[in-house]
């Protein structure tokens, strides 16, 4: 059963409404009553009680409260049934109607039988429907329209008013869910309304936001589902006015009207909903965007302290004052970069006062929060600009008094200078010492501008920035001034001794024997004065010996003050060392801690590129470890032979060990450089750098360690050139020699490195002595036939490496790229053993050439130097390691016979053997890989051959000389068939125009200028062509190889004869060699 507290809808009833056993016809009575029609239904009768009750229920509740009040009139339509039908409707309607009645009208049956019976047995039923309303019979619809106006009728009932039952249905229908959705809305929109009205405002930026989106979106959801229903009420109250729109003179009922009525009324509760939920969203948003931006201004205004606390605090470090010109200098350039920095940062406070400013104009609801907040920067700010200013004044206060003091100092180290440079002897003749006297006077007029004045001045003048140390350096200076000035007055006394005009007469005696009796050691000087001294027994009343005591005097005075400004030389170059070494230090961690470390840090970790991921060894290499041994050990070292450098070789002696390290991060640095270079865009490097403050990339840091193993050497040179003489001189020497060897160590294994191809570890080689690039060219010997490599005009290009047991050929690739990656790569060619090599030190033709050959010259390599002198120094390195290996054969018991050394007259290196022996060294390398000899010929030399044994003809050194070509290892190809040599074809005889200039080496050579035509006419045995200048038409012989260079663009276009066909080749000369490697690293 339908609740009462619940109001039944259209909805709800439509079946029993589509029934229309009753309905509200939408007219009104007389008096204003609505009527409600029960049109005829023969099954009114099987209509359920709830039905019926719920039917009369709705129905008597669409009118308004006023109309219903009046009461109902029921129009009760049974024209067609009989009287049963008449008493069960009455009987029905007075036992259940719902609402208020006004009048009874009943149509009676019209057939004359049931007409007749209703008169009757409604006479006598009367009292037994109980209505406290009247009931009255009508015969017709004629009747009806005294009752009832017939406009308020339907035509059923001979009215005019049109009524469509099922638009009746579906207009309650929508009315009823737009009023539902009327209310729903508004009971949303005040919930919503609730909802902001109780929010509290967050304390952050995230959450206010957030809060703002989140009350956003819900606001547009709530608007766009009163745009639907606004959308719906317009539809129904189009449908409503559609009768009228589809015929202007229609005359709108009252139930019609009431419709209207309602969903206009829906329709402007909607409208007034709409505008007050805006008005209290824009109250509510604006109160959320002002929180938000009072949140941004806090968070804005922690940073900027914390900015402001930074650099407050990176501007106390400031308050130091140097311990010299060039650390002061230093930070000053630091505080004039973070200068810069605070400026901005004050920018920033000074924008971020402004933006509170506004924020309080635009009366915002924080004002009493915001206020302190922008008083605060600003008088933060103030304080922060006040003490950089004093900071820049301090320091400019300081840097004064440093070049102040550096200036005298500078004048005291002048003056030595002046001393130690004015030579003894000639300060001995009246000339000399005028001079020197005049260049001092000059020298001491300079004293005015370069002086300190009195002490007590200057601590009063730079009271504010002395401290200790300054106030010993005063002391210092001041000390040292008046030690020169002491000095200066002393020599200037002794010049003008010595400068006095002598123009007393001189008496002349006899000389006397023992005068002319000399030192060797004495100076011209001295043996002028001693002649003098002869010549009569005094000089303006001085004696001979007196002169020569001055003299002595003041060759003592002179000796002692050149020592101390060695000393103070020594002083100045060791200061150097100990602050670069310090600067060094502190570089090292900044990298460290700067770049090395933030590679690790997790917050960093989405700024670096994919190829930096997990690269940070091979970036800074061994750097770390460099860091260490300089922090904790090189440095604290260092710093102990600050009171005497002239023993500080003994130090880098003793770590020279562990300064092998930088060999280490050499090599890498090729590989750094490369990840350096495809990085060094990244956001990663730029973020760290801008932390450090540092105004040049990582990469001017990481060229760092490479600088500093090459400054050793210059201040070990630099101390050792005023050390000559003291007592560390020879640890000085040892530990220049030293770094010297470790520079060529690392610089060799920088070319190490790039060997490509060699099947083997080069470690196994032994020490790498020597490496450079040559002309090569080669011989072969088989059988009894000496067959030379003639289709090779031009030489190869290798580069050789020299190891203590072997010889290395390689071929020197392009290079290619920039900075380390242009560093060339070597092919491994061949390799020989040094135990099976010979050398011919003076190859024909060419003083440049040396030969170097193994299996009794069957293999012959001809080495062409770029200069005589790099030939020079190569015979010498390999002699010196053939003869090592021999000494230490000999030294082994019963293996070697003695071998005696000698060069021959041709410029062979040998070792002839004894007792008409060859040497063969063959128990020594059981162990070594040998070539199989060929069949057919001898394995050995005839034990009892004479003396010059073949391999020994020429009196050529060969360790090893039987024929098992034991000690030769070279990989598959030969050193001759290398395809890559192969390009150029064979020279002829003919014209050729000559391509580059080319001066002359000796008398018997040819000069040539490029575009000038020369005519090769014959080829020489050695490898040079006899060519004549058809311009100038002189002759000469220019060797092939030079040639190639000379004729190479023009060979395409000359005609050749040979069987070989025509060829062309641009090869470059042998000068080429001398090339050095891009990674070599200089001393």
Same mark, same amino acid.
């Given at each position: 059963?339908?609740?009462?507290?619940?109001?039944?809808?259209?909805?709800?009833?439509?079946?029993?409404?589509?029934?229309?056993?009753?309905?509200?016809?939408?007219?009104?009575?007389?008096?204003?009553?609505?009527?409600?029609?029960?049109?005829?239904?023969?099954?009114?009768?099987?209509?359920?009680?709830?039905?019926?009750?719920?039917?009369?229920?709705?129905?008597?509740?669409?009118?308004?409260?006023?109309?219903?009040?009046?009461?109902?009139?029921?129009?009760?339509?049974?024209?067609?049934?009989?009287?049963?039908?008449?008493?069960?409707?009455?009987?029905?309607?007075?036992?259940?109607?719902?609402?208020?009645?006004?009048?009874?009208?009943?149509?009676?049956?019209?057939?004359?039988?049931?007409?007749?019976?209703?008169?009757?047995?409604?006479?006598?039923?009367?009292?037994?429907?109980?209505?406290?309303?009247?009931?009255?019979?009508?015969?017709?619809?004629?009747?009806?329209?005294?009752?009832?106006?017939?406009?308020?009728?339907?035509?059923?009932?001979?009215?005019?008013?049109?009524?469509?039952?099922?638009?009746?249905?579906?207009?309650?229908?929508?009315?009823?869910?737009?009023?539902?959705?009327?209310?729903?809305?508004?009971?949303?929109?005040?919930?919503?309304?609730?909802?902001?009205?109780?929010?509290?405002?967050?304390?952050?930026?995230?959450?206010?936001?957030?809060?703002?989106?989140?009350?956003?979106?819900?606001?547009?959801?709530?608007?766009?589902?009163?745009?639907?229903?606004?959308?719906?009420?317009?539809?129904?109250?189009?449908?409503?006015?559609?009768?009228?729109?589809?015929?202007?003179?229609?005359?709108?009922?009252?139930?019609? /009207? &009431?419709? =209207?009525?309602?969903? @206009?009324? #829906?329709?402007?509760?909607? +409208? $007034?909903?709409?505008?007050?939920?805006?008005?209290?969203?824009?109250?509510?948003?604006?109160?959320?965007?002002?929180?938000?931006?009072?949140?941004?201004?806090?968070?804005?205004?922690?940073?900027?302290?914390?900015?402001?606390?930074?650099?407050?605090?990176?501007?106390?470090?400031?308050?130091?004052?140097?311990?010299?010109?060039?650390?002061?200098?230093?930070?000053?350039?630091?505080?004039?970069?973070?200068?810069?920095?605070? /400026? &901005?940062? =004050?920018?920033?406070? @000074?924008? #971020?006062?402004?933006?509170? +400013? $506004?924020?309080?104009?635009?009366?915002?609801?924080?004002?009493?929060?915001?206020?302190?907040?922008?008083?605060?920067?600003?008088?933060?700010?103030?304080?922060?600009?006040?003490?950089?200013?004093?900071?820049?004044?301090?320091?400019?206060?300081?840097?004064?008094?440093?070049?102040?003091?550096?200036?005298?100092?500078?004048?005291?180290?002048?003056?030595?200078?002046?001393?130690?440079?004015?030579?003894?002897?000639?300060?001995?003749?009246?000339?000399?010492?005028?001079?020197?006297?005049?260049?001092?006077?000059?020298?001491?007029?300079?004293?005015?501008?370069?002086?300190?004045?009195?002490?007590?001045?200057?601590?009063?003048?730079?009271?504010?920035?002395?401290?200790?140390?300054?106030?010993?350096?005063?002391?210092?200076?001041?000390?040292?001034?008046?030690?020169?000035?002491?000095?200066?007055?002393?020599?200037?006394?002794?010049?003008?001794?010595?400068?006095?005009?002598?123009?007393?007469?001189?008496?002349?005696?006899?000389?006397?024997?023992?005068?002319?009796?000399?030192?060797?050691?004495?100076?011209?000087?001295?043996?002028?004065?001693?002649?003098?001294?002869?010549?009569?027994?005094?000089?303006?009343?001085?004696?001979?010996?007196?002169?020569?005591?001055?003299?002595?005097?003041?060759?003592?005075?002179?000796?002692?003050?050149?020592?101390?400004?060695?000393?103070?030389?020594?002083?100045?170059?060791?200061?150097?060392?100990?602050?670069?070494?310090?600067?060094?230090?502190?570089?090292?961690?900044?990298?460290?801690?700067?770049?090395?470390?933030?590679?690790?840090?997790?917050?960093?970790?989405?700024?670096?590129?994919?190829?930096?991921?997990?690269?940070?060894?091979?970036?800074?290499?061994?750097?770390?470890?460099?860091?260490?041994?300089?922090?904790?050990?090189?440095?604290?070292?260092?710093?102990?032979?600050?009171?005497?450098?002239?023993?500080?070789?003994?130090?880098?002696?003793?770590?020279?060990?562990?300064?092998?390290?930088?060999?280490?991060?050499?090599?890498?640095?090729?590989?750094?450089?490369?990840?350096?270079?495809?990085?060094?865009?990244?956001?990663?490097?730029?973020?760290?750098?801008?932390?450090?403050?540092?105004?040049?990339?990582?990469?001017?840091?990481?060229?760092?360690?490479?600088?500093?193993?090459?400054?050793?050497?210059?201040?070990?040179?630099?101390?050792?050139?005023?050390?000559?003489?003291?007592?560390?001189?020879?640890?000085?020497?040892?530990?220049?020699?030293?770094?010297?060897?470790?520079?060529?160590?690392?610089?060799?294994?920088?070319?190490?490195?790039?060997?490509?191809?060699?099947?083997?570890?080069?470690?196994?080689?032994?020490?790498?002595?020597?490496?450079?690039?040559?002309?090569?060219?080669?011989?072969?010997?088989?059988?009894?036939?000496?067959?030379?490599?003639?289709?090779?005009?031009?030489?190869?290009?290798?580069?050789?490496?020299?190891?203590?047991?072997?010889?290395?050929?390689?071929?020197?690739?392009?290079?290619?790229?920039?900075?380390?990656?242009?560093?060339?790569?070597?092919?491994?060619?061949?390799?020989?053993?040094?135990?099976?090599?010979?050398?011919?030190?003076?190859?024909?033709?060419?003083?440049?050439?040396?030969?170097?050959?193994?299996?009794?010259?069957?293999?012959?390599?001809?080495?062409?130097?770029?200069?005589?002198?790099?030939?020079?120094?190569?015979?010498?390195?390999?002699?010196?390691?053939?003869?090592?290996?021999?000494?230490?054969?000999?030294?082994?018991?019963?293996?070697?016979?003695?071998?005696?050394?000698?060069?021959?007259?041709?410029?062979?290196?040998?070792?002839?053997?004894?007792?008409?022996?060859?040497?063969?060294?063959?128990?020594?390398?059981?162990?070594?890989?040998?070539?199989?000899?060929?069949?057919?010929?001898?394995?050995?030399?005839?034990?009892?051959?004479?003396?010059?044994?073949?391999?020994?003809?020429?009196?050529?050194?060969?360790?090893?000389?039987?024929?098992?070509?034991?000690?030769?290892?070279?990989?598959?190809?030969?050193?001759?068939?290398?395809?890559?040599?192969?390009?150029?074809?064979?020279?002829?005889?003919?014209?050729?125009?000559?391509?580059?200039?080319?001066?002359?080496?000796?008398?018997?050579?040819?000069?040539?200028?490029?575009?000038?035509?020369?005519?090769?006419?014959?080829?020489?045995?050695?490898?040079?062509?006899?060519?004549?200048?058809?311009?100038?038409?002189?002759?000469?012989?220019?060797?092939?190889?030079?040639?190639?260079?000379?004729?190479?663009?023009?060979?395409?276009?000359?005609?050749?004869?040979?069987?070989?066909?025509?060829?062309?080749?641009?090869?470059?000369?042998?000068?080429?060699?001398?090339?050095?490697?891009?990674?070599?690293?200089?001393?």
């Amino acid at each position: 059963m339908q609740q009462e507290n619940s109001p039944l809808c259209a909805i709800d009833i439509a079946p029993d409404l589509r029934k229309k056993f009753a309905f509200l016809l939408g007219g009104r009575g007389q008096n204003g009553s609505p009527i409600i029609v029960f049109p005829e239904f023969s099954a009114f009768g099987e209509i359920q009680e709830m039905e019926f009750h719920n039917v009369l229920t709705y129905l008597t509740n669409v009118p308004s409260l006023s109309a219903a009040g009046v009461g109902f009139i029921l129009v009760i339509d049974r024209r067609q049934d009989r009287w049963a039908a008449v008493k069960g409707t009455l009987l029905r309607i007075a036992g259940s109607f719902p609402g208020n009645l006004q009048l009874v009208l009943v149509l009676r049956p019209t057939t004359l039988f049931q007409r007749t019976l209703s008169d009757i047995l409604f006479k006598f039923n009367k009292d037994e429907f109980k209505m406290k309303v009247p009931v009255i019979m009508l015969s017709s619809v004629t009747e009806l329209h005294s009752y009832i106006d017939q406009t308020q009728l339907t035509t059923e009932l001979g009215g005019t008013q049109e009524y469509c039952h099922e638009q009746w249905i579906s207009h309650r229908t929508d009315m009823e869910g737009f009023a539902l959705m009327v209310k729903r809305t508004a009971q949303i929109l005040q919930s919503f309304g609730t909802e902001l009205a109780e929010t509290e405002l967050p304390n952050d930026i995230q959450a206010t936001a957030n809060l703002l989106r989140s009350h956003t979106d819900k606001k547009d959801k709530m608007k766009e589902d009163l745009h639907v229903a606004l959308g719906q009420g317009s539809r129904l109250l189009d449908s409503i006015n559609e009768p009228v729109v589809r015929d202007p003179d229609h005359n709108r009922n009252q139930g019609e /009207l &009431e419709n =209207l009525s309602t969903v @206009q009324r #829906l329709l402007s509760q909607l +409208d $007034e909903t709409e505008r007050a939920c805006d008005e209290f969203w824009g109250t509510h948003q604006a109160k959320l965007e002002k929180c938000l931006q009072l949140r941004h201004f806090e968070h804005n205004f922690r940073e900027m302290r914390c900015l402001l606390d930074q650099v407050a605090e990176r501007l106390t470090a400031f308050s130091e004052v140097g311990i010299n010109p060039a650390h002061a200098d230093h930070i000053f350039c630091d505080l004039n970069s973070h200068e810069a920095r605070v /400026l &901005e940062v =004050l920018d920033e406070a @000074q924008a #971020l006062a402004r933006e509170g +400013d $506004e924020l309080i104009q635009s009366s915002h609801y924080a004002e009493d929060s915001i206020q302190p907040k922008c008083s605060e920067l600003r008088a933060v700010s103030k304080e922060l600009s006040s003490t950089l200013r004093a900071r820049k004044d301090h320091l400019l206060r300081a840097m004064e008094l440093h070049h102040n003091l550096e200036r005298a100092a500078k004048w005291c180290g002048d003056g030595l200078y002046l001393l130690a440079s004015q030579p003894v002897d000639k300060c001995q003749s009246h000339e000399g010492a005028e001079s020197a006297l005049q260049e001092m006077e000059r020298y001491l007029d300079t004293a005015g501008h370069n002086k300190l004045t009195d002490p007590s001045s200057i601590y009063s003048d730079y009271k504010t920035v002395l401290n200790q140390d300054f106030r010993d350096q005063i002391d210092k200076v001041f000390q040292k001034q008046v030690s020169v000035q002491e000095m200066f007055e002393k020599r200037m006394v002794s010049l003008k001794k010595l400068a006095a005009k002598q123009t007393r007469p001189v008496q002349p005696v006899a000389p006397r024997p023992e005068a002319f009796i000399k030192s060797p050691l004495c100076s011209p000087a001295k043996r002028v004065l001693e002649k003098s001294c002869s010549e009569g027994d005094s000089v303006n009343g001085v004696s001979s010996r007196t002169v020569e005591g001055q003299l002595q005097s003041s060759r003592s005075t002179s000796l002692s003050e050149e020592d101390e400004n060695l000393a103070i030389l020594r002083k100045h170059v060791m200061n150097e060392l100990l602050e670069t070494e310090r600067g060094y230090v502190e570089e090292l961690h900044c990298v460290l801690q700067g770049y090395a470390s933030e590679m690790d840090n997790p917050a960093m970790a989405s700024l670096m590129p994919a190829p930096l991921q997990n690269k940070k060894d091979v970036l800074f290499g061994n750097m770390p470890e460099i860091y260490t041994f300089h922090k904790r050990t090189f440095l604290r070292e260092l710093e102990e032979y600050q009171g005497c450098p002239e023993l500080v070789g003994r130090c880098f002696l003793q770590r020279m060990t562990d300064l092998q390290i930088y060999e280490k991060y050499c090599q890498n640095k090729p590989r750094s450089e490369s990840l350096w270079r495809q990085c060094s865009d990244c956001t990663f490097f730029q973020e760290c750098q801008k932390k450090l403050e540092h105004k040049l990339g990582l990469d001017s840091y990481l060229l760092k360690p490479v600088q500093r193993i090459t400054k050793y050497q210059l201040l070990l040179k630099e101390l050792l050139k005023y050390s000559k003489g003291c007592e560390g001189s020879e640890a000085l020497q040892e530990a220049l020699t030293s770094i010297l060897g470790i520079l060529k160590a690392v610089n060799d294994s920088m070319h190490l490195i790039a060997i490509t191809g060699f099947d083997g570890h080069l470690g196994d080689l032994g020490r790498l002595l020597m490496q450079g690039s040559f002309s090569v060219w080669t011989e072969h010997k088989k059988g009894h036939a000496k067959v030379k490599d003639m289709a090779r005009f031009k030489p190869m290009q290798r580069h050789l490496f020299l190891h203590e047991k072997a010889l290395l050929f390689c071929k020197r690739r392009e290079e290619n790229g920039e900075g380390y990656e242009k560093a060339p790569s070597y092919s491994f060619k061949q390799s020989l053993r040094m135990s099976a090599v010979g050398i011919t030190e003076n190859a024909k033709g060419d003083n440049k050439k040396f030969e170097v050959w193994c299996n009794s010259r069957e293999e012959v390599y001809i080495v062409q130097a770029p200069t005589t002198e790099v030939k020079t120094t190569w015979v010498n390195e390999i002699r010196k390691v053939l003869t090592t290996q021999l000494e230490a054969y000999r030294d082994l018991p019963a293996c070697l016979p003695e071998a005696s050394q000698q060069r021959s007259s041709d410029g062979l290196f040998q070792f002839p053997p004894t007792a008409g022996e060859p040497v063969s060294l063959r128990s020594f390398r059981r162990g070594e890989r040998s070539m199989k000899v060929k069949k057919g010929e001898p394995s050995s030399p005839d034990a009892n051959s004479s003396p010059i044994t073949k391999g020994w003809t020429k009196g050529s050194l060969s360790l090893d000389a039987n024929e098992e070509n034991d000690g030769y290892s070279s990989t598959e190809e030969p050193l001759t068939s290398d395809p890559e040599d192969e390009g150029g074809k064979k020279l002829c005889a003919g014209k050729y125009t000559v391509v580059s200039d080319y001066e002359k080496c000796s008398t018997q050579d040819l000069s040539v200028k490029s575009g000038e035509t020369v005519q090769l006419i014959k080829e020489g045995e050695d490898g040079q062509w006899f060519v004549k200048n058809l311009k100038t038409k002189q002759e000469g012989w220019v060797a092939a190889a030079n040639l190639d260079t000379l004729i190479g663009e023009s060979m395409s276009c000359q005609s050749l004869t040979s069987s070989e066909g025509s060829g062309s080749g641009n090869l470059s000369t042998s000068s080429s060699c001398c090339e050095t490697s891009s990674f070599d690293i200089k001393p």
